[in-house]
Antibody, heavy 120, light 107 residues
Framework: DVQLVESGGGLVQPGGSLRLSCAAS????????MDWVRQAPGKGLDWVGR??????????EYAASVKGRFTISRDDSKNSLYLQMNSLKTEDTAVYYC???????????WGQGTLVIVSS | DIQLTQSPSFLSAFVGDGVSITCRAS??????LAWYQQKPGKAPKLLIH???TLQGGVPSRFSGSGSGTEFTLTISSLQPEDFATYYC?????????FGQGTRLEIK
């Protein structure tokens, strides 16, 4: 079965950094696009960025709100996706979901999410 | 960026009712649209992709239609487990965007 498990969330001060991880299993990780999507408390879904697959040279897309501050990477040998978040702002407070485009061109598998709180 | 506007933002209905949610795109997106269901404290669940293709395991009471700029999610006969928030999403171009959500509550 496909499984995505996020980790690394927590409380961080404004201006600080945090690295999220997403461990994937149940599918050939290198063959699939992977996304980060976030959801601020009580708000809607907000796409953060995408890592394309090996066939597409692992190229990355970012939302404008995080470009230059967040970095998406992946390690196919560990079946893992990462989100390095720098220069964090209070408005980055959210549950961060890892999502995979496994059998669709949309996010058909999601992790349980990890909560990031940016506060002094 | 492509803006997606869902209507209504809030919907109240009885079990057994049929309901529809509309998603309008600020520019044409062909059929590059998905619908998600989200329950409190849970990750979103993909219901429909490519505007009208039902994701595996999703009950047939869910259906999607539309192309271009106007799309509809229809639930033919509401079941208790359908009361949730629904989001549309476009993947026509980057950045990927979501609608603001439609909260469906039991009457």
């Amino acid at each position: 079965d496909v499984q995505l498990v996020e980790s690394g969330g927590g409380l961080v001060q404004p201006g600080g950094s945090l690295r999220l991880s997403c461990a994937a299993s149940g599918f050939t990780f290198s063959d699939h696009y992977m996304d980060w999507v976030r959801q601020a408390p009580g708000k809607g879904l907000d796409w953060v960025g995408r890592s394309r697959d090996k066939a597409n040279s692992y190229t990355i897309e970012y939302a404008a709100s995080v470009k230059g501050r967040f970095t998406i990477s992946r390690d196919d040998s560990k079946n893992s996706l990462y989100l390095q978040m720098n220069s964090l702002k209070t408005e980055d407070t959210a549950v961060y979901y890892c999502a995979g485009l496994v059998s669709s061109s949309f996010e058909d598998y999601w992790g349980q999410g990890t909560l990031v709180i940016v506060s002094s | 960026d492509i803006q997606l506007t869902q209507s209504p933002s809030f919907l109240s209905a009885f079990v057994g009712d049929g309901v529809s949610i509309t998603c309008r795109a600020s520019q044409g997106i062909s059929s590059n649209l998905a619908w998600y269901q989200q329950k409190p404290g849970k990750a979103p669940k993909l219901l429909i992709h490519a505007a009208s293709t039902l994701q595996g395991g999703v009950p047939s009471r869910f259906s999607g239609s539309g192309s271009g700029t106007e799309f509809t999610l229809t639930i033919s006969s509401l079941q208790p487990e359908d009361f949730a928030t629904y989001y549309c999403q476009q993947s026509y171009n980057y950045p990927i965007t979501f609608g603001q959500g439609t909260r469906l509550e039991i009457k």
